[in-house]
């Protein structure tokens, strides 16, 4: 009977975990996560007021449901938690599924200025992940500058500009919701270093922006006009033409009696963010113009808009796992469909999928097919790897390393006790933002047997 430990219970590890038990109907699988919550990004990454996305969590949780399936939450993998080297003893088999854990910096003087953060941190703080601190994100805040023109950067910039009444019937903890709808900004540029036909945005997010009760948009067409597909886009691959086409509907002046103002600005490199009053106060742009070769060039022309909160949206990074090798330059694990690589060779009963595995590319779905390559890499070695006796149950083993695993139970009391306290603040569900508050409403669980 083969069994493994996928560590991550995002949609790779979920999708990972399914693989398995349906392509080897005796394989047991033990899904390990860090937080006591499964879903990964799905709870913790996608935005509150898009819940049709957030109703993937349905999907998940039947994989995590499945007979042969056990998730074990608050079990860290590393120096804090379980080594990689234990865990490689317990189980035939590791799959490592843990995303990229870390945001790209911009590299520019200021950037550690107070007011200047990741948009990672952004949309942890009002999605409740328990690491997340309220750190007065909007005090003081009358202009916000968001860096990036991708999907990332279009949540931020929405929540921002987010009503009470639109933000109410979302599972945002209460903390964040009581500061957004409190929040004085009445600006939000969003700014890229290409142009209108390059910005990484997909069109339904996009258009999004449009929406926003009183909200203007607008893209300043002389500006864009320096991206030449910007006049005629109908040379463009669809996804890219629909956006310049949302963008090009944008350009007329802004409703003056909007109560808060988008604006999405082009062709502007960051250089440095500038100080006031003893935190971020603007930040210094380059301007830049299409080299001819799908790049951008420096002007030598500069421009500083205001913004007391920076939120850089610049993409993300794998982390080193503590135990496995790791490529600096990818951000990955070095890998042969899935299979970790060691000095070139395949690692006997280690392997990744997900984000760790190929970069953070791709959308949720891209996960099915990562994880089904690697489960196939997985059950063509499981005659090798079953041969290597296992304890009956590895959870005395983890719990000998120091840990006290979630069951899906306590998971459970979790979702009740987030009911409960909806209920009680006449909303529905709301997230409990902290470790101890998951930890206190998932106390009492029992942890199945194998």
Excluded at 390 to 395: C, N, R
């Amino acid at each position: 009977m083969l069994r493994v430990a996928v560590v991550g219970s995002g949609p790779s590890g979920c999708y990972t975990a399914q693989h398995l038990v349906q392509l080897d109907p005796g394989a047991r699988v033990d899904v390990l996560d860090r937080l006591p919550c499964p879903y990964g990004l799905v709870r913790y990454g996608v935005a509150p007021d898009h819940e049709k996305i957030k109703s993937l969590q349905g999907s998940l949780r039947t994989v995590l449901e499945h007979e042969r399936v056990r998730f074990l939450g608050a079990v860290p993998v590393g120096p804090d938690g379980v080594p990689a080297a234990r865990l490689r003893e317990l189980y035939h088999a590791v799959v490592y599924c843990v995303g990229a854990a870390t945001d790209r910096h911009l590299g520019v003087p200021g950037e550690d200025l107070p007011g200047s953060w990741s948009a990672t941190e952004f949309v942890s703080w009002y999605s409740a992940h328990p690491d997340a601190a309220d750190a007065g994100f909007l005090r003081g805040v009358r202009s916000a500058v968001v860096v990036g023109v991708g999907n990332v950067a279009v949540d931020v910039t929405r929540m921002l500009a987010r009503g009470a009444g639109e933000l109410h019937p979302t599972d945002m903890p209460h903390a964040a919701l009581t500061a957004l709808t409190a929040s004085e900004v009445t600006e939000i540029q969003m700014v890229g270093r290409r142009g209108p036909s390059q910005a990484r945005f997909t069109t339904k997010e996009l258009r999004e922006l449009g929406t926003l009760p009183g909200t203007a948009v607008h893209v300043d067409p002389a500006e864009a006009a320096l991206d030449p597909a910007f006049a005629d886009p109908s040379g463009l691959p669809p996804p890219r033409r629909r956006n310049v086409e949302v963008l090009r509907g944008w350009t007329a002046p802004p409703r003056p009696n909007a109560r808060r103002l988008i604006r999405l600005r082009f062709f502007l490199r960051p250089v440095e963010l500038l100080a006031a009053d003893g935190r971020v106060g603007a930040v210094r742009f380059e301007r830049t113009a299409p080299d001819g070769a799908g790049g951008v060039t420096g002007t030598g022309h500069f421009e500083e808009i205001e913004g007391q909160l920076v939120l850089r949206s610049v993409g993300y990074r794998g982390m080193p796992l503590e135990g496995l090798p790791f490529d600096a330059a990818t951000g990955t694990v070095p890998h042969l469909a899935g299979r970790v690589l060691r000095g070139g060779a395949a690692a006997p009963g280690e392997y990744v999928a997900g984000w760790i595995k190929r970069g953070p590319t791709g959308v949720i779905g891209t996960n099915r097919s990562c994880a089904k390559e690697t489960v196939t890499s997985l059950l063509q070695d499981a005659p090798s790897l079953t041969t290597r006796p296992l304890p009956d149950d590895p959870l005395p083993a983890l719990r000998a390393e120091g840990v006290e695993p979630v069951p899906w139970q306590g998971w459970e009391s979790i979702e009740q006790a987030e009911s409960r306290l909806g209920a009680s603040l006449g909303r529905g569900v709301v997230k409990l933002p902290d470790w101890e508050s998951l930890l206190g409403a998932a106390r009492g669980g029992v942890v199945p047997g194998p």
